[in-house]
């Protein structure tokens, strides 16, 4: 089932191979002299939870989860932290005191916390959320707690109808009408789509952007997203959420919160 039989904290995930965890880990693990051997597991679809048992009880202490597996990671955890049970959506898992399985969801803080690193967020910011998956379940609660109101645009309209009701009682979150007469400039647009296509849905009036509009990308690709390129200047894709997700993790395992930019900075430059 697993290549070493000896790692302790592991990603789990199908496919993984793409995956920079171990590699951030690794680095976590040197720079704070915190024994962490990481290895990433790539999991039948159907054998989520057998393999996760199998883990926990042999040397697993802590796993990060990710696509397609975080709502039934969600189910599998015995107890929940605040932002994990709100997201109903997990993605670090951490054995407690040899007993119980805890549940935390870092994405919506990893966001949170490089957006405030490269200052593209402020308290009563307006936002412009592109997408409606499962990463947008985990960012929204953190964005809504900072004090932001949140638009939310999606190829099936349904899908954010049901993240504006299950959000809009921790702040204000609502559906964007991309055909209002009423124009407002966002001042910051996320794209939390997995497929980018400049001629979709998600297509909006330039008379939505401003000079001071930021774009975040949450994907980590070479090519920059054509998302009013020649409007926009300020703009990042999304290593620096993943590098701070896993940095929120390791927190929640060791107690230790590692230094990023480093990392962040290194992958930035190597990526592919
Ligand atoms: N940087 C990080 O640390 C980090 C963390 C988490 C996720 N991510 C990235 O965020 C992206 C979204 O992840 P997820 O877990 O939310 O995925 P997901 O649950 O599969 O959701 C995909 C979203 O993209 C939309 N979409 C897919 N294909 C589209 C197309 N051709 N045109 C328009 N919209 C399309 C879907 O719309 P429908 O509702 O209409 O299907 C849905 O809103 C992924 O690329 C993932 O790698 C990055």
Request: one cysteine or more; aromatic letters at 14%; a positive charge.
């Amino acid at each position: 089932m697993f290549k070493n039989q000896n790692f302790n904290y592991a990603v789990f995930g199908n496919p993984i191979n793409h995956s920079k965890s171990p590699e951030i880990h690794g680095f976590f693990s040197n720079q704070t002299n915190v024994f962490h051997t990481y290895e990433s597991v790539n999991v039948p679809l159907d054998e989520f939870v057998s393999f996760l048992l199998k883990f926990f009880k042999k040397h697993g202490k802590g796993a990060n989860i990710t696509a397609p597996f975080k709502q039934e990671a969600y189910l599998f955890c015995d107890k929940l932290t605040e932002r994990a049970r709100i997201a109903q959506s997990v993605n670090t898992l951490k054995k407690v005191n040899n007993k119980y399985i805890l549940g935390d969801n870092t994405d919506g803080i990893g966001l949170l916390s490089d957006l405030i690193r490269l200052n593209f967020i402020k308290k009563n910011n307006s936002i412009l959320i592109l997408g409606a998956g499962g990463a947008v379940r985990g960012i929204l609660f953190p964005l809504l707690s900072f004090g932001c109101s949140v638009f939310i645009l999606n190829r099936t309209l349904s899908n954010a109808e049901k993240l504006v009701v299950q959000f809009s009682k921790y702040g204000k979150i609502n559906i964007f009408d991309k055909n209002s007469s009423e124009k407002k400039h966002f001042d910051l647009i996320i794209n939390a789509t997995s497929k980018y296509d400049k001629n979709n849905e998600n297509n909006i009036d330039v008379s939505f952007v401003s000079s001071k509009t930021c774009f975040y990308d949450m994907n980590y690709h070479k090519y920059d997203t054509p998302f009013f390129s020649s409007y926009i200047k300020k703009r990042s894709n999304g290593i620096g959420m993943l590098v701070f997700q896993a940095a929120h993790s390791f927190f929640l395992w060791h107690n230790i919160f590692p230094e990023t930019n480093y990392i962040i900075n290194s992958l930035k430059r190597n990526m592919k």
